[in-house]
């Protein structure tokens, strides 16, 4: 980061530190270090605002608690991490787009925004992913239909479409290296962290019609302030933080500066994740020997299945190989990896080294002369569903009464899973288990499967750490956000997160998150005609 500016609101040597730039960005995870990095090389003065330090920590770390009203929701604990790159210190690095297949037919909720969503990532998916380093296009379908050959066939006559999906690299996971990297215009960029964001001020007074933002007042653990004035500002907060902020701005002033329709916070979703099958053990080397994952130009590859024709409703869904391997050198390789992500040194024993030496060994022959994931004899391998719960107001998050260490009102959030969110996880895996039958009796090729009993009560769904709808957008009364991104009602104002996207649809957020921001990024600085 040489010649971006990286300021410690904590260590400043004023009690009050003012700063001027074109964007504000508020939040500095996987959205919003991307998009500072485009405007930046675009052109433009950008600041980027983050309330952890340079090294990521759990929430409660720096007083980010959530409360809950209804079920706790691991999303809100074990999902979210503060500090640079946020919680891309502790993902999986999953890339894989929402598509034609998340249109709703018919179409039961928010009809207007499906679409968008999916022409943005359609549009902006190879330059994303340029960026990210991997230049070659995603081909997220050929890819599979490539690799597994008649079982692709097979598989998508019997209705189940298969993909491919690519993970970044352990040494790119954490999307703080793209602050590392040289780039056109990195003078442009500022960064500012152990700044925690508590109030706003609007240019002109306090009129809900057509409001303005006109500066940021941003507060560290010492009391240190920064007074930020941009022309443009952009919450990038994660999903839970990012309707937080919009909440508190709404509730700062007498009469709500965002439109008093928004439903800010409500429609909080999530994929809900269940084992529908196992494999049957004597059919785990055929299950490797086809769908273990694979590298491709020194990424994972790992392959899913969409439906072809689901019937009409509001869910979507995918289904998944896991591989359970439990492995000594697994276990070390996954921890010096992890380490390496979250920047820190790895924990590990003399002994739990030694024990994983051989497995090592195999893993690298895997992975460099075979281009697969070597997955040890034995291991035991499940079909995973996650399907997108229902989207409902009553799963929303809002301001609670008690406040946290920088005097903000803490998060409350209802969550929970319905009955019906089950029983559409029973019906959609009875439909995929039923295509599976169909395809294995096109190619025996395909291991054959053994349904659990969803009923049973071990078989409790999960939700996967993947926030959508608290902020999402549309043109309709409820939205928060519209088609661009831009609050309503507020002129400059927008935000980038997975709570924009009204439902969790058949893919894993973040890359549609960041082909949005890309696309943000150029509207951003396209010339005035």
């Given at each position: 980061?040489?010649?971006i500016?990286?300021?410690?609101l904590?260590?400043?040597?004023?009690?009050?530190?003012?700063?001027?730039c074109?964007?504000?960005?508020?939040?500095?995870?996987?959205a919003?270090?991307?998009?500072?990095?485009r405007?930046?090389?675009?052109?433009?003065?950008?600041?980027?605002?983050?309330?952890?330090g340079?090294?990521?920590?759990?929430?409660?770390e720096i007083?980010?608690?959530?409360?809950?009203?209804?079920?706790?929701?691991?999303g809100?604990?074990?999902g979210?991490s503060?500090?640079?790159?946020?919680?891309?210190s502790?993902?999986?690095?999953?890339?894989?787009?929402?598509?034609?297949a998340?249109?709703?037919?018919?179409?039961?909720?928010?009809?207007?925004?499906?679409?968008?969503?999916?022409?943005?990532?359609?549009?902006?998916?190879?330059?994303?992913?340029?960026?990210l380093?991997?230049?070659?296009?995603?081909?997220?379908?050929?890819?599979?239909?490539r690799?597994?050959g008649p079982?692709?066939?097979?598989?998508?006559?019997?209705?189940?479409?298969?993909?491919?999906?690519?993970?970044?690299p352990?040494?790119?996971?954490?999307?703080?290296?793209?602050?590392r990297?040289?780039?056109?215009?990195?003078?442009?960029?500022?960064?500012?962290?152990?700044?925690?964001?508590?109030?706003?001020?609007?240019?002109?007074?306090?009129?809900?019609?057509?409001?303005r933002?006109?500066?940021?007042?941003?507060?560290?653990p010492?009391?240190?302030?920064?007074?930020?004035?941009?022309d443009r500002?952009?919450?990038?907060?994660?999903?839970?933080?990012?309707?937080r902020?919009?909440?508190?701005?709404?509730?700062?002033f007498?009469a709500?500066?965002?439109?008093?329709?928004?439903?800010?916070?409500?429609?909080?979703?999530?994929?809900?994740s269940?084992?529908?099958?196992?494999?049957?053990?004597?059919?785990?080397?055929?299950?490797v020997?086809?769908f273990?994952?694979?590298?491709c130009?020194?990424?994972?590859?790992?392959?899913?299945?969409?439906?072809l024709?689901?019937?009409?409703?509001?869910?979507?869904?995918?289904?998944?190989?896991?591989?359970?391997?439990?492995?000594?050198?697994?276990?070390?390789?996954?921890e010096?990896?992890?380490?390496?992500?979250?920047?820190?040194?790895?924990?590990l024993?003399?002994?739990?080294?030694?024990?994983?030496i051989?497995?090592?060994?195999?893993?690298?022959?895997?992975?460099?002369?075979?281009?697969?994931?070597?997955?040890?004899?034995?291991?035991?391998?499940r079909?995973?569903?996650d399907?997108?719960?229902?989207?409902?107001?009553?799963n929303r998050?809002?301001?609670g009464?008690?406040?946290?260490?920088?005097?903000?009102?803490?998060?409350?959030?209802?969550?929970?899973i319905?009955?019906?969110?089950?029983?559409?996880?029973?019906?959609?895996?009875?439909?995929?288990?039923?295509?599976w039958?169909?395809?294995?009796a096109?190619?025996?090729?395909?291991p054959?499967?053994?349904?659990?009993?969803?009923?049973a009560?071990?078989?409790?769904?999960?939700?996967?750490?993947?926030?959508?709808?608290?902020?999402?957008m549309g043109?309709?009364?409820?939205?928060?956000?519209?088609s661009?991104l831009?609050?309503?009602?507020?002129?400059?104002?927008?935000?980038?997160?997975?709570?924009?996207?009204?439902?969790?649809?058949?893919a894993?957020?973040?890359?549609?998150m960041?082909?949005?921001?890309?696309?943000?990024?150029?509207?951003?600085?396209?010339?005035?005609?």
């Open positions: 980061m040489s010649r500016a990286l300021i410690d904590a260590a400043s040597d004023d009690a009050t530190r003012e700063e001027r074109q964007v504000c960005i508020v939040g500095a995870g996987a919003g270090i991307y998009l500072a990095r405007l930046a090389a675009r052109g433009m003065s950008t600041l980027l605002v983050e309330a952890g340079a090294n990521c920590v759990m929430p409660e007083g980010f608690e959530a409360d809950f009203a209804a079920d706790p929701y691991p809100a604990t074990q979210r503060f500090g640079l790159g946020g919680t891309t502790r993902w999986g690095g999953l890339l894989f787009p929402h598509t034609e998340d249109r709703r037919n018919p179409p039961e909720f928010e009809p207007d925004v499906w679409p968008r969503i999916i022409a943005d990532v359609a549009e902006f998916a190879d330059d994303v992913l340029t960026h380093r991997y230049g070659h296009g995603g081909e997220f379908r050929p890819f599979a239909c690799i597994l079982a692709a066939s097979a598989l998508s006559d019997a209705g189940l479409l298969p993909g491919a999906s690519l993970y970044l352990f040494r790119a996971k954490n999307l703080a290296t793209l602050l990297r040289g780039f056109p215009g990195q003078a442009n960029l500022r960064i500012v962290v152990n700044a925690v964001a508590s109030s706003w001020s609007i240019a002109g007074g306090e009129s809900p019609d057509g409001a933002l006109r500066a940021l007042t941003a507060i560290a010492n009391g240190r302030r920064l007074e930020v004035t941009a500002f952009v919450i990038s907060a994660g999903a839970i933080e990012s309707a902020m919009l909440l508190e701005l709404n509730g700062r007498a709500p500066v965002i439109r008093r329709t928004a439903a800010i916070g409500a429609y909080l979703s999530d994929h809900l269940l084992p529908m099958a196992d494999v049957a053990p004597t059919d785990r080397k055929k299950a020997r086809t273990a994952p694979r590298f130009r020194g990424w994972m590859r790992s392959f899913r299945f969409l439906e024709a689901p019937p009409p409703g509001p869910n979507r869904a995918y289904a998944h190989f896991i591989f359970d391997n439990t492995s000594a050198a697994f276990g070390v390789a996954k010096v990896l992890t380490a390496l992500q979250a920047r820190r040194r790895p924990k024993t003399a002994g739990e080294v030694a024990a994983g051989g497995g090592i060994a195999a893993l690298a022959w895997g992975r460099y002369a075979r281009a697969a994931l070597h997955v040890p004899t034995g291991t035991g391998v079909l995973q569903l399907i997108e719960q229902i989207p409902a107001a009553a998050i809002e301001l009464p008690a406040t946290d260490r920088f005097g903000r009102r803490r998060p409350v959030i209802h969550w929970r319905t009955a019906a969110d089950v029983t559409n996880m029973e019906a959609t895996a009875r439909r995929v288990l039923e295509s039958r169909r395809a294995g096109l190619y025996r090729g395909l054959a499967l053994l349904p659990r009993d969803l009923r009560a071990a078989e409790r769904p999960y939700d996967v750490y993947h926030p959508v709808g608290a902020c999402r043109e309709d009364a409820e939205s928060v956000v519209d661009n831009r609050v309503w009602g507020v002129d400059n104002l927008w935000v980038v997160s997975t709570a924009v996207l009204p439902s969790a649809g058949t894993n957020p973040t890359f549609t960041l082909c949005l921001a890309e696309g943000l990024a150029r509207r951003m600085t396209v010339p005035p005609a």
